[in-house]
């Protein structure tokens, strides 16, 4: 009897056939610089295929595009921002039409910044977010086995693939590193219930790790349903007191007023996180943050001093500076 191969199922066939079609739908593309009419016939695809594997390849990292070409309104920016708000590095990308797809830009941008900064030994402190879960494509997975992650504010009672558990669990297998969490809620019930937690001998021990963390990575939140932290009930309960105190978004949980201070509002003595005074002392601190309708909560961080390093994108770049009027916002 004939000695046959291993026994392949039809199934993995049919993936190992698609994952080569997407292999060859991404080549004939970025490189080939076909179009996606082109591609099709060439493959013998429908143009819808090719549309969408292109947004899929784009979406889960499989195609990274590294352009070399100087965007010089963008450098323009960066030099202004940083010069403006006295910070170490600053990143401007441009601004994309679509809101959730330049929340991905920037979040990407800022994965590549940390990809940078980071090296093994360090301890990586995160927020949560969608902006900084978009961040784990630009990282460049590799062991740091002395280096370890940990969440720097406690999180929410339901999961959207953004929380804070699974951002740092997402980074943490990035590198290869040992992860902490903060396994409490946000925002507690009382002052006392808060102080009550943090006598717990392992929320206390993540605390004292989140406050000593060689870089942090963070977003923020403005006060309009665009915000996950303003949908929760607890926020959303809250938003009138928060907005009557002065309150333009949130840093870690945090509520903010324009000048960048703590607004007087028991949801902030109520929070865990690390708290945006104690941000300032972290060596490499980087907000990843764009969108026009963010441009007062940045503003305000950046005269906070919270943050040393900022992502965004052009035109909130240039609304930061006064070069940019923010559209009026009827969303709440």
């Not at 300032?280 to 390093?309: F, P, Q």
């Amino acid at each position: 009897m004939a000695n046959k191969g291993p026994d392949i199922g039809n199934s993995a066939i049919e993936d190992i056939d698609a994952q080569q079609i997407r292999a060859r739908v991404a080549w004939l593309y970025f490189i080939g610089g076909l179009t996606q009419q082109e591609i099709a016939d060439q493959l013998g695809l429908t143009r819808l295929r090719v549309n969408k594997t292109l947004g899929q390849l784009r979406n889960d990292g499989s195609v990274v595009v590294d352009i070399r070409l100087p965007l010089a309104r963008c450098i323009e920016l960066e030099h202004k921002v940083r010069e403006h708000y006295l910070l170490e590095e600053v990143c401007v990308i441009p601004t994309l039409p679509d809101d959730p797809e330049n929340q991905r830009a920037v979040g990407d941008a800022a994965g590549g910044v940390l990809d940078r900064l980071l090296q093994d030994g360090m301890g990586l402190g995160v927020g949560w977010g969608k902006t900084l879960t978009a961040g784990l494509k630009r990282l460049t997975s590799r062991p740091l086995p002395d280096s370890w992650v940990t969440s720097i504010m406690g999180g929410l009672t339901r999961g959207s693939g953004s929380s804070t558990f699974e951002v740092a669990t997402g980074y943490a297998r990035a590198i290869s590193a040992e992860c902490y969490y903060l396994t409490a809620p946000l925002y507690f019930p009382t002052v006392e219930s808060r102080e009550a937690l943090l006598s717990h001998h392992g929320i206390r021990e993540t605390m004292r790790r989140a406050r000593s963390v060689d870089v942090a990575l963070v977003s923020c939140g403005d006060m309009t349903s665009r915000s996950l932290l303003v949908q929760t009930p607890t926020v959303s309960e809250n938003l009138e007191g928060l907005l009557a105190a002065g309150a333009v978004g949130d840093l870690l949980g945090v509520f903010l007023d324009s000048d960048g201070k703590p607004v007087d509002h028991p949801l902030n003595e109520r929070v865990l996180s690390v708290s945006p005074e104690q941000l300032k002392s972290v060596r490499h601190s980087i907000l990843a943050s764009g969108g026009w309708y963010k441009v007062n909560i940045i503003r305000a961080i950046l005269r906070g001093g919270y943050i040393k390093r900022l992502v965004t994108d052009e035109k909130c770049a240039a609304a930061l500076l006064g070069e940019a009027n923010i559209p009026q916002d009827n969303s709440q």
